[in-house]
Every structure is written in structure tokens, then in C-alpha cells.
């Protein structure tokens, strides 16, 4: 089981940015895909973003524009570039990783808290 360990949460002024980044204790090329998930106070986790290996990104609807999710293969990273943050953003975000095609996470991180002021 791959270990996934997020860092860069915390608390930022409505309009600010931060990067979340997720180290991985193996390549991520033994992935398919990595994603970044979001939970907020009793709401369900939804998808933010998500990358595959050949670089194919997609987005919610809701952070489309704003957010941009990257790999850094040399390092066994990925990382979320959060711009514009709203306090809506606010939520526990958790990186993820699946070894397929198949819709199914089998790796994840233990979470790390945004909390974006109005």
C-alpha cells in the first residue's frame, strides 16, 4: 500500500492562493492516476482535480479556472495550485491515488485542512 502524505493547508484570506502538495512513498508512475478529493462539514468528499500519468487533467466544475493540479514525477509529487480561494473552498483536502482505469481510489492521504476567511 502506497503512502501518501499531504502538506501546505491552512488558513488563507478569501482571494488567496495556496499550494497543496501530496509526496508519495513510491513512484507515481505506478499509478494511473492521482487526485486531489475535498470534504467540508457534513458534505460528501467530492473530486477537485485529478491527473493521469500522460498528463490528462480534469476538474470540477466548481474550481475550474482557479485550481490547477500538477506531477512532479523527479520528486514523487503532485500538487494543487489553489488561486482565488473562496470560503466555500473551505474543507479537508485529501490526495488519492487509483492503479487503473477503473473509478475506484485505493490510496489515500490522511487529509489536510484549508480554511479560506471571508
Known amino acids: 500500500q502506497a503512502l501518501l502524505v499531504e502538506s501546505g493547508g491552512g488558513l488563507v484570506q478569501a482571494g488567496g492562493s495556496l499550494r497543496l502538495s501530496c509526496a508519495a512513498s513510491?513512484?507515481?508512475?505506478?499509478?494511473?492516476?492521482m487526485a486531489w478529493f475535498r470534504q467540508a462539514p457534513g458534505k460528501q468528499r467530492e473530486l477537485v482535480a485529478a491527473?493521469?500519468?500522460?498528463?490528462?487533467?480534469n476538474y470540477a466544475d466548481s474550481v475550474k479556472g482557479r485550481f490547477t493540479i500538477s506531477s512532479d514525477s523527479a520528486k514523487d509529487t503532485v500538487n494543487l495550485h489553489m488561486n482565488s480561494l473562496r470560503p466555500e473552498d473551505t474543507a479537508v483536502y485529501y490526495c488519492?491515488?487509483?492503479?487503473?482505469?477503473?473509478?475506484?481510489?485505493?490510496?489515500w492521504g490522511q487529509g489536510t485542512q484549508v480554511t479560506v476567511s471571508s
Open positions: 488519492a491515488a487509483r492503479k487503473s482505469t477503473v473509478l475506484i481510489y485505493d490510496a
Open positions: 513510491r513512484s507515481i508512475f505506478n499509478f494511473y492516476a
Open positions: 491527473i493521469t500519468t500522460d498528463g490528462n487533467t
